[in-house]
């Protein structure tokens, strides 16, 4: 167990270290704010496509299959019970921000690298699964919050880039054909900036941010115990008991420990919610994942098995 630790830990803590290199660089004035948000399109609409196409490129097997459309169900299943807990813990007349920081994981920039670091392509591969789900949550029930009024934009869900990478991905799985080897090696390059473009970019926000202001803001820390400790904790007992495979396990473990995601503050922006505060508390909820991630990992290992 203490090398599992130790492992997880080692991976976390070389991420927090780019992230560390993001947060210098704005300080330094060698990333500018309009550089973020160039890096975070850059992310969204190429790095992350490319990532999900890469770790499709593989032989269509029944098995694998048969496990993706488990995961499917392993997602769906942790974004149901994120939602119950966000409506039961917060009423009502609460920030719709906060309830949105529950049920949103950041399982691109954070769980992507811990999945390929701890299960390789194949934890891509199973993890598209809470990225189209995601999409879908985020654009229908998180816009509803936001504005109770507001029509629902299909084509924000359909035409989303992590989706239409899924798509591509698939297309290739199902099909005996599959990238050129120079294609799939250009691919494969540019989705491997994935992790230290995304760190870059968390440490570029980390840096916008007065931390000493907002780690005396107690609202942060129950969203913080609430995603960090109570929604895993919860998913490692339905996880034990349903039966799953340890990949499934492993990955949709590591979708139910992140933080927040990044988009609460971004949907928030455009729907005019206050989201100053919704970056405070995804900010917060990610520098305190540093610590809890690691060690509830590792609880699910001894207890998942996998």
Not at 37 to 51: D, Q
Not at 154 to 178: M, T
Request: aromatic share 12%; charged share 15%; glycine share 6%.
């Amino acid at each position: 167990m203490l090398s599992y630790f130790l492992t997880v830990g080692g991976q976390i803590f070389m991420m927090f270290l780019m992230v560390l290199v993001g947060y210098l660089m704005y300080k330094w004035h060698m990333l500018t704010e309009n550089g973020i948000k160039e890096m975070s399109v850059l992310l969204l609409k190429i790095v992350t496509p490319m990532i999900l196409v890469s770790a499709f490129q593989r032989e269509f097997e029944a098995g694998l299959f048969k496990d993706w459309v488990t995961m499917f169900l392993a997602s769906a299943l942790t974004y149901g019970v994120s939602i119950v807990l966000s409506i039961i813990l917060y009423r009502r007349e609460s920030r719709a921000e906060e309830r949105m920081c529950i049920f949103l994981p950041n399982n691109g920039f954070l769980a992507f690298p811990l999945m390929q670091a701890l299960a390789g392509e194949f934890g891509i591969f199973l993890g598209s699964t809470s990225v189209i789900l995601l999409n879908v949550i985020q654009w229908t029930y998180g816009v509803k919050l936001l504005k109770p009024d507001a029509k629902i934009n299909i084509k924000n869900i359909i035409l989303n880039p992590g989706v239409i990478g899924i798509v591509l991905g698939l297309l290739l799985f199902f099909s005996p054909w599959k990238l050129p080897k120079y294609v799939f090696s250009a691919v494969d390059a540019i989705g491997s900036l994935n992790t230290p473009l995304a760190m870059i970019v968390l440490g570029g926000m980390l840096a916008q941010t007065d931390l000493k202001k907002e780690l005396k803001t107690a609202s942060f820390y129950k969203i913080s115990v609430i995603k960090l400790i109570v929604l895993p904790f919860i998913m490692l007992g339905l996880f034990y008991v349903l039966p799953l495979s340890d990949s499934v396990k492993l990955v949709a473990f590591i979708c139910s420990v992140t933080p927040a995601a990044t988009s609460v503050s971004m949907l928030s922006q455009i729907f005019d919610g206050d989201y100053r505060y919704a970056a405070s508390a995804v900010v917060i909820t990610t520098v305190l994942s540093a610590l809890t991630m690691p060690i509830i990992l590792t609880i699910g290992k001894a207890v998942l098995g996998y």
